[in-house]
């Protein structure tokens, strides 16, 4: 802290000596480039459906601790992501309500990591390959995108670590912080011969603000751009991560809560309920452009094991996942068209032993689970003048099966087979800087392997009742750029049909697993306006508001023998807010961001809230620093939730016993300093 403290007195002891780094641009700069979340030739201002982009400048990334993705993707219109501060099930992360009944990982929402999925063929995605330090960019489409990516009925969430890299670099940063936190991330980036290389690799440590919630993970990555020929290239990606810490603390009743928040389910102490994670990943993506066209192919294969001690089992997945794609477009003066096609295949093993303190006991399960997707798409824009017209189709065909080789009760083998047509259409029209869209989409969420393995009646084999929901999404919007004021404004009107619904439920018998089924329809509209204001150099402004009424919308849906038809969505606040500005002070860089949550119920019965709240974070940080020759010196201190405010970050929506709650650490700070060279 000292060193800190006499960096932060150089800048002003010594200020002709320090260069000015840029800051961090809330304006987003609009490029003519491809939007790759949306696989087909569209620029993001011009694009007939709500998305979002996010470019992370080099400083912001420099001076955040890089412990959860909200630190990157905060502010996004339409993306809310809860941190639980319980890295063992990850943060809970929804587009436009779409996965708030996700109990760990992300459900709804299709993420992709430089251009590989972690979002498996069954539609779940589990985060903790990412390390937020490096994410250099971030698109977001809202709203049903199946047309575009398949099993995902709320959105595409892509996430970049491959920025451009106009000069070689190297750089190393050390981080400390509350609760046993340290982080050490190395980086470099390098041109050889017109190819473009970039490499990373970190080291986290948390003891936690929870008792048994310790956390512990290596990270490396990396990716390579080398141009084959004058119209030709080939991207190579690969990312790893290896944890063998990451302790469960569970969730807490009101009254636990209340008591004292910092402590863990003790049945999950008992049980030593925690994750013990290996990950890797690689793909390899090849393009070629033409006059008016591109073809681009891909393929990736991804390797996970799984070791799950949890109150009510010890559960161990060995996963292998390979998959490719093939997409070709045409820009014509006639029209745009892209057609393609996805193939991917998971294989999970998976075995289940009773939890005995902590250690295997007895087998009770042991199967392969195999998930096949196939799929053709394509998409269409007829341009009208300062009209367009897009529509979009897209088939997918899914295979479920199962080999039982646990043979004490009976052959549980099977095979189920989902199948989806997503259409989509919509219409746009430009004026100037003022650009509105109105369009239809539709969306599926198939049951994953994990929700159909969990049968109500604790038998083996797939759920046979369960089966996808489907969802149609209408949606109008707005985008204005006022270039004068350097103001950004993005407004956004939704409605949603959800039917199908797969709801998760607990027993007394299942505990603390969570059990699923097909119940109702619910209807999901919304309001989602932001805005970005650069009214001088060194200043900005960021704000991002979001109205939810969510309900379930049918009335035959019941629990408790009670008729849920009008009851809210649980998860989900009406309202939401986020506000960040940033000002410089000669030398001094300082950002503040607010957080506003309204209050949510927790259940579907509606009988249990999560109380409102604001939460403000601090960021200081000084400008790049010349340190010997070539190099550069960048400190940072951030403090998170200032004023101290007591809540839970989370919710474990419908928890069996009323352990609903997550709670979220009082006031806590990160410090660290970055060498670039």
């Known amino acids: 802290m000292t060193v800190l403290v006499l960096l932060f007195t150089s800048i002003f002891i010594n200020p002709g000596s320090v260069?000015?780094?840029?800051?961090?641009?809330l304006r987003m700069e609009l490029m003519d480039v491809r939007i790759e979340a949306s696989r087909v030739t569209e620029t993001p201002d011009r694009a007939p459906f709500a998305v979002s982009i996010r470019d992370i400048d080099e400083h912001r990334r420099y001076i955040t601790a890089g412990v959860d993705l909200g630190e990157a993707l905060s502010g996004i219109p339409g993306l809310w992501i809860n941190n639980r501060h319980n890295l063992a099930v990850g943060e809970r992360l929804s587009v436009r309500g779409m996965g708030w009944r996700a109990a760990f990982g992300v459900r709804g929402v299709h993420i992709l990591l430089d251009g590989v999925p972690l979002t498996m063929p069954d539609g779940q995605a589990i985060m903790s390959l990412v390390d937020p330090s490096f994410i250099s960019r971030a698109e977001l489409i809202r709203g049903p995108s199946s047309g575009f990516w398949g099993n995902a009925g709320g959105g595409a969430l892509l996430l970049f670590t491959n920025a451009s890299i106009p000069e070689n670099f190297a750089r190393g940063r050390f981080t400390a912080g509350s609760f046993g936190f340290y982080k050490t991330d190395l980086e470099l980036g390098f041109n050889a011969g017109g190819n473009q290389f970039h490499l990373y690799s970190s080291h986290s440590y948390l003891d936690g603000y929870r008792d048994h919630s310790r956390f512990e993970a290596f990270r490396i990555g990396g990716n390579a751009l080398i141009l084959l020929t004058d119209n030709s290239r080939m991207r190579v990606t690969a990312a790893f991560l290896d944890s063998p810490i990451s302790d469960n603390p569970g969730s807490l009743t009101i009254d636990q809560f209340n008591e004292n928040p910092s402590q863990a389910n003790m049945a999950n102490i008992n049980q030593n309920a925690r994750k013990i994670t290996r990950h890797g990943q690689v793909g390899i993506n090849y393009s070629i452009f033409f006059n008016q066209s591109d073809f681009r192919v891909q393929s990736y294969a991804i390797a996970r094991k799984l070791q799950n001690p949890l109150s009510f089992a010890w559960i161990q997945v060995d996963r292998l996942v390979w998959g490719a794609r093939a997409a070709y477009s045409m820009s014509a003066d006639l029209a745009d068209v892209s057609v393609g096609t996805d193939v991917s295949i998971q294989s999970d093993v998976r075995r289940n032993w009773a939890n005995v303190g902590g250690d295997k006991g007895e087998l009770r399960l042991d199967q392969q689970e195999e998930v096949v997707n196939r799929?053709?798409?394509a998409r269409a824009k007829l341009p009208l003048g300062s009209f367009a017209l897009s529509a979009g189709l897209r088939y997918d065909w899914l295979t479920f099966s199962v080999i039982d080789r646990f043979l004490t009760n009976d052959d549980n083998s099977g095979e189920r087979n989902f199948y989806s047509l997503t259409p989509m259409a919509?219409?746009?029209y430009e004026y100037g800087d003022w650009f509105?869209?109105?369009n239809v989409s539709t969306g599926f969420e198939s049951p994953t392997t994990t929700e159909l393995v969990n049968r109500p009646d604790?038998?083996?084999?797939?759920?046979?009742d369960l089966q996808p929901q489907q969802t149609v999404g209408l949606e109008w919007g707005n985008r204005i750029f006022f270039n004068s004021l350097n103001l950004d404004v993005d407004i956004a009107l939704f409605n949603m049909w959800v039917n199908d619904l797969i709801?998760?439920?607990?027993?007394a018998e299942g505990g603390d697993r969570d059990f699923f089924r097909n119940v109702g329809s619910t209807t999901q509209r919304g309001i989602e306006v932001f805005a970005g204001w650069r009214p001088l150099q060194n200043t900005s402004l960021e704000v991002n508001y979001a109205f939810s009424d969510f309900t379930f919308s049918s009335d035959d849906i019941f629990?408790?023998?009670?008729?849920?038809?009008?009851?809210?969505?649980p998860g989900i606040p009406e309202h939401r807010m986020n506000v960040a500005t940033e000002q410089g002070f000669g030398l001094l860089l300082a950002?503040?961001?607010?957080?506003?949550?309204?209050?949510?119920?927790?259940?579907?019965?509606?009988t249990v809230s999560n109380h409102a709240y604001w939460v403000f974070n601090l960021s200081l940080s000084g400008r790049d620093i010349p340190f010997m020759q070539n190099a550069t010196l960048t400190p940072f201190l951030r403090v998170n939730n200032l004023f101290d405010t007591t809540y839970s970050g989370s919710v474990i929506i419908n928890a069996f016993g009323g352990r609903y709650f997550e709670p979220a650490p009082g006031i806590n700070f990160n410090v660290g300093i970055s060498v670039r060279i």
Request: aromatic share 12%.
């Open 559 to 569: 629990e408790n023998g009670e008729s849920l038809e009008g009851n809210a969505l």
């Open 375 to 377: 799929a053709l798409f």
């Open 458 to 464: 604790m038998s083996l084999g797939f759920n046979r």
């Open 426 to 428: 919509g219409l746009s």
């Open 591 to 606: 950002r503040v961001e607010a957080e506003y949550s309204g209050s949510f119920f927790t259940n579907n019965v509606n």
């Open 503 to 507: 709801l998760p439920f607990r027993t």
């Open 436 to 438: 509105t869209y109105l």
């Open 19 to 25: 260069s000015e780094a840029p800051s961090d641009t």
